[in-house]
């Protein structure tokens, strides 16, 4: 401890507003250099190493190849691929010396697809897997809660590349599972929930979800039948209506009415008998008209992935004004296509509702989607809310919060296309290398560690990837010259000890152990001496219950404790 790079704190710094962020902030695990840019002290970066060589245990079992790829990458492949344009500024773009562009890495699929392209050149060289550990940039608009949320962070991605969809079902599973496995050693529950593929692409997404009311993400649950999905992509099993006969359009006088609550105040009628209309346009510069039911919230991630867009953003009153409609009273209705109009499968199927003339202080009954006008998409919009039936068993649906520390996703062949990664198959025709891949944030893993295990105390790290096994506390001379021998025998047979030989209070050692969580405190000192031996505990009990163990049987008692094999 006396030769350790960082002090512990009392309190925690202003704006840490988690706990576990507060606790690594105070054990002197690390320390914030910028908005969401962090130096690991010698504490995390141990944890960091461990929780790295777990993943690299599975990644390996599972076929996998380590390698390394370039952090700083020619704009040109990400031009190739289409996401340089597609991504909005949360890529870091830059110019060398020679004005030649490049981009600091978010993730790699455009370099595995390059490798893939100048390495794989038959069937027989295929499936692979292949992976790296890597430090990576996002410039987060709202980087939060330490590394949950962070602009700079180490990712662990991996790359699978395979002849056809069935080699990559095969690797996809396989890459489920050893994920579980990675979370499993870490102690880290977790939950695998189907996702929106989003800037990656491809055919499907599963993200690995830390349930904790921190999470940014929404997961939408059903606890009889196990339906599991992130709010993006949930489905439930919503109504559409009552079937009758579509009536004949009529115009009303609504003023004042620019809200669904306050359309269906002044008509007198349920919310579920209204149309609600978004403008919204897309990074490209294409205005979208949006349709849900008025009892109904639209899910732009959904519409995102219709309509083909990277970002969408509000459209200003001037733009609504520009294609024929008037903010507060808009719907589709003579619009025309002056607009994208995508309605959701609901509000096409429920009959005569009330929505917007295009004219101040006005609104239009009986309103029927195909007859007063044509969608250019009809698809599942809606987000799913508390208490919706559940789309598999029909009970009731729930929400909970979820902090995404794994992905994995089915690309197919859209980066292999657009690099040139193709292969000869065994009927000798060329054809696009089939890929997938799957990420875990390493830093965003520890984070969530300390999330999930801490009390009012400190940290209680799980024994694997705790940052020594052992935190063995010298106290007076006696103590101190008691503990060298003690600490010899302990790493000799490899339990890794946090050693205090510090000159403080019995009182400051203890708290500094409770705050770094260690599994196992040992207490050396002339009282635990003249009772034979070392007093031992585990940070995990929570009465705090000491006992003194026989120096000739600490050995045993720690491996007992901890399952460490010693």
């Known amino acids: ?71 700083v ?48 050149q038959s069937w027989r060289q295929l499936p692979r897997l292949v992976y790296h550990i890597q430090l990576k940039f996002r410039d987060d608009p709202r980087p939060r809660a330490g590394l949950i949320r962070a602009r700079e962070f180490t990712m662990k991605d991996a790359y699978s590349l395979d002849r056809d969809s069935a080699g990559l079902n095969t690797q996809y599973e396989a890459m489920h599972h050893a994920y579980l496995r990675i979370f499993g050693r870490c102690g880290l529950p977790v939950l695998p929930v189907a996702a929106d593929v989003g800037m990656m692409g491809g055919s499907q997404a599963e993200e690995f979800m830390y349930l904790n009311a921190l999470g940014e993400d929404t997961i939408v649950l059903c ?8 709010r993006q992509v949930a489905r439930s099993a919503l109504a559409s209506g009552h079937a009758e006969p579509p009536l004949a359009l009529e115009r009303v006088a609504t003023p004042g009415a620019m809200t669904i609550e306050q359309l269906s105040q002044q008509l007198g009628i349920p919310a579920e008998r209204t149309e609600k209309a978004l403008f919204l346009a897309t ?18 991630a959904k519409l995102a992935s219709v309509v083909k867009a990277g970002e969408l953003r509000p459209m200003t009153v001037e733009e609504i004004s520009a294609i024929g409609s008037v903010a507060g009273y808009g719907s589709p209705v003579g619009v025309g296509d002056r607009a994208i109009v995508v309605v959701d499968e609901v509000a096409a199927a429920s009959p005569n509702l009330v929505a917007g003339a295009n004219e101040d202080g006005w609104h239009l009954r009986n309103v029927n989607v195909g007859r007063d006008y044509e969608p250019d998409h009809v698809a599942d919009l809606v987000a799913v809310t508390d208490g919706q039936p559940c789309i598999t068993c029909g009970e009731p649906l729930r929400t909970a919060r979820g902090v995404e520390v794994g992905n994995i996703f089915k690309l197919g062949t859209h980066f292999s296309t657009a690099l040139g990664a193709y292969y000869l198959a065994e009927d000798g025709t060329e054809k696009p290398i089939v890929m997938g891949c799957y990420g875990i944030g390493v830093g965003r893993l520890l984070a969530c560690l300390a999330e999930e295990h801490h009390d009012e105390r400190g940290l209680l790290w799980p024994v694997a990837v705790a940052p020594f096994l052992v935190h063995l506390c010298a106290i007076g001379d006696e103590g101190l010259a008691a503990a060298e021998g003690i600490v010899t025998d302990l790493e000799l047979a490899g339990i890794e000890v946090l050693f205090d030989d510090r000159a403080e209070r019995p ?18 000192s002339k009282r635990s001496l003249a009772s034979g031996g070392v007093e031992a505990g585990l940070r995990s009990d929570l009465d705090g219950k000491r006992e003194v163990i026989a120096r000739a049987d600490l050995l045993e008692w720690v491996g007992l404790h901890t399952g460490a094999e010693v």
């Open 1 to 71: 401890m006396s030769r350790l790079f960082g002090a512990t704190l009392r309190e925690a710094p202003v704006g840490a507003e988690t706990p576990g962020y507060q606790l690594l902030l105070r054990g002197a695990y690390m320390r914030q250099l910028g908005q969401g840019i962090y130096s690991y002290l010698p504490l995390a970066w141990r944890v960091m190493r461990k929780i790295e060589q777990i993943m690299r245990d599975e990644m390996d079992s599972s076929g996998g190849i380590e390698i390394s790829m370039p952090i």
């Open 283 to 300: 990074s490209d510069n294409r205005f979208v008209i949006a349709v849900v039911r008025g009892d109904m919230q639209l899910n732009e």
């Open 223 to 230: 606890d009889s039948c196990g339906y599991a999905q992130n």
């Open 507 to 524: 009182g400051v050692q203890f708290n500094d152990a409770e705050l770094i969580g260690c599994p196992v405190r040992l207490t050396v």
């Open 73 to 120: 990458h020619p704009a040109e492949l990400w031009k190739k691929s289409g996401r340089y344009d597609a991504i909005g500024p949360e890529m870091a773009r830059f110019s060398d010396r020679r004005d030649r562009p490049l981009v600091l890495a978010m993730t790699n699929e455009e370099v595995v697809a390059s490798l893939a392209a100048t390495e794989i």
